[in-house]
């Protein structure tokens, strides 16, 4: 209006200092607020800076929540990992949707004072002005929509990019890419990969530019016939020159918002469609949740007994665990012994309470027989009373301190114990002679980093286990990696928290160690075929862990009688076969 006022001053008729003065005050009020218009576009950026962090926390903070909290066996499902995987881009959504819709407030204040303009003008152009803002709206929609798809259809795609490029960076896998030359064969994957990627992009850039092409065109035809009304009006002396003037100006700077507009909308629906995969997904984490309440376990827990219990993973043509009976007791040591795939790590992930049984009853049980069943029990409290070293434990990428103290990550750090812990895990010594003792970065990629060979970390992780200090230990090859003197060392560390009241459940493939055991469970493709010592086992003329014994046994020549006959291994229902030591 200000702009409208100036130009009928200056085309009136009388001498142009006279005009000037008359224009001033309304060249006044443009200063005016174009400096208001600066200073609130500071204050928006200042207030975005503070917000967009925040928003971006609140939203990462809710979906990770409740990601941790899936049940595991859901996790195994990929139509559930698939819809978790799409939620993650939300995240990152969060905070740009906060950008774009300062930006799109901003543009649409502009938008809205053209508008009144133009009404205040002639009514007529404010459709005009519409007409030509519906195609590209349209347009922008479209696209956002079409990316969209295209994104979610390719998630899976997308993650083993990641995944395969992680490889080539990873310390752990050096040392087979260059010696294998396997990092040429991550990089054909990955350029194959790129290329179906890349097509991809093609066709979405075709359909982008038709989509466009239509949107311009009819965008075009609109500005044409708001330009041809114009100049009707202006030729039928409906307007005034000046007045002609101030709406040209008004209509180009609409379109150039409008322009602008456009493009944010488009990003701003499309950050919106991520966002609204990350509600999706946190839902969908809060329907497969654990339950945070359940019937207090008896106190003290005793002992678990597992009752023909069977587990069938999600999308499995057979169970991983048939009819499985055992009992774990505290101030003992059961050991589960049996082939590669015979479902020991499924048992003791039962044991933890990180799977329920597709079949059966895991009860635990307290003193005076009182017990309460898996399903209703609560399983935080299941969770406090275990504490896991599983074979493949994860190797925090943080200092040594921290990779031990996590192992009770609901519970403040006791640096005390954590010392305790790493010199019970015999990792003390090798942690304090490090650069920066247990504030070393245990990766090396990092400043203040260190390398630990496996056998090192392997001791860590017990540490992180021994930190816990819970009433039940699930130890999955706990000594896989380490020296013989440190082997033994650990498995009387095993021994040693049995005789101070903890249940030790070790899965390992070394006999030796499990012959101090106080039960052995021997499974076959998921079933317990054999339970006893240690002794009893060995008395079985056609025991299957007498076998495996013996046949570890040979390869230190510590051979059997000559024609003392030991079966080898049973695979499921293939004949049984002989073999004479």
Not at 1 to 16: K, S, Y
Request: charged fraction near 20%; charge should be neutral; hydrophobic fraction near 45%.
């Amino acid at each position: 209006m200000a702009v409208n006022r100036v130009l009928t001053q200056l085309f009136a008729d009388g001498p142009t200092a006279d005009k000037l003065r008359q224009a001033l005050p309304s060249l006044v009020v443009l200063a005016v607020v174009s400096v208001g218009s600066a200073l609130l576009a500071a204050w928006s950026t200042a207030m975005s800076g503070r917000l967009e962090p925040q928003v971006e926390r609140a939203v990462s903070a809710r979906y990770y929540a409740a990601v941790t909290r899936v049940e595991v066996e859901a996790t195994e499902r990929p139509e559930v990992q698939r819809v978790l995987e799409a939620g993650r881009f939300g995240t990152d959504s969060a905070r740009s949707m906060l950008r774009l819709s300062v930006g799109v407030g901003s543009v649409l204040i502009g938008m809205v004072a053209a508008a009144v303009v133009l009404v205040s003008l002639h009514w007529i152009l404010l459709p005009m002005l519409l007409a030509i803002a519906f195609p590209k709206g349209w347009g922008a929609v479209r696209s956002a929509r079409r990316e969209y798809t295209s994104r979610l259809n390719w998630v899976d795609h997308r993650r083993a990019i990641s995944s395969l490029l992680a490889y080539l960076t990873r310390p752990h896998a050096a040392g087979e890419i260059r010696v294998h030359a396997a990092g040429e064969t991550l990089l054909r994957g990955y350029e194959e990969m790129s290329r179906q990627t890349e097509a991809e992009q093609r066709r979405l850039a075709r359909a982008q530019a038709h989509t466009d092409l239509v949107a311009g065109g009819f965008a075009g035809l609109a500005s044409l016939a708001c330009y041809g009304l114009l100049w009707w009006l202006l030729a039928a002396g409906g307007l005034p020159l000046a007045v002609g003037g101030t709406a040209v100006i008004a209509i180009r700077n609409s379109t150039e918002r409008l322009t602008s507009l456009v493009q944010q909308v488009n990003r701003l629906y499309e950050e919106l469609l991520f966002l609204t995969d990350t509600k999706h997904a946190t839902e969908l984490a809060a329907e497969h949740a654990i339950p945070r309440r359940g019937t207090p376990l008896p106190c003290p827990t005793r002992a678990v007994h597992m009752e023909n219990v069977s587990f069938t993973y999600p999308g499995a043509d057979s169970p991983a665990l048939k009819g499985v009976s055992l009992s774990v007791r505290r101030g003992t040591v059961t050991a589960l012994v049996g082939a590669n795939g015979s479902g020991k790590t499924t048992l003791t992930k039962i044991l933890a309470g990180l799977l329920l049984p597709t079949d059966g009853s895991v009860w635990w049980e307290g003193e005076a027989g009182r017990r309460v069943e898996l399903r209703e029990a609560d399983r935080t409290e299941v969770f406090s009373m275990v504490g896991l070293l599983g074979q493949d434990f994860p190797h925090w990428e943080m200092t040594a301190a921290t990779n031990i103290a996590i192992g009770a990550g609901d519970r403040p750090r006791d640096m005390d114990r954590v010392e305790e812990a790493a010199q019970a895990a015999d990792v003390h010594a090798l942690i304090a002679g490090l650069p920066h003792g247990y504030d070393s970065i245990v990766f090396k990629g990092y400043e203040r980093g260190v390398q630990l060979s496996g056998g090192q970390w392997q001791k860590l992780g017990a540490a992180r286990s021994r930190y816990r200090n819970a009433p039940f230990f699930l130890v999955d090859e706990p000594t896989s990696a380490l020296d013989p003197h440190a082997e033994i060392a650990a498995f009387e560390g095993l021994w040693a928290l049995a005789e101070r009241d903890h249940a030790v459940v070790l899965v390992t493939h070394r006999l030796a160690a499990t012959a101090k055991a106080d039960h052995i469970y021997v499974l076959d493709h998921g079933r317990v075929v054999e339970e006893g010592t240690h002794d009893q086992l060995m008395s079985a003329d056609d025991g299957l862990y007498r076998g495996m014994f013996a046949a570890q046994a040979a390869q230190y020549g510590l051979i059997q009688a000559p024609g003392d006959v030991v079966p080898a291994p049973r695979r499921g229902s293939a004949p049984r076969r002989e073999e004479t030591l």
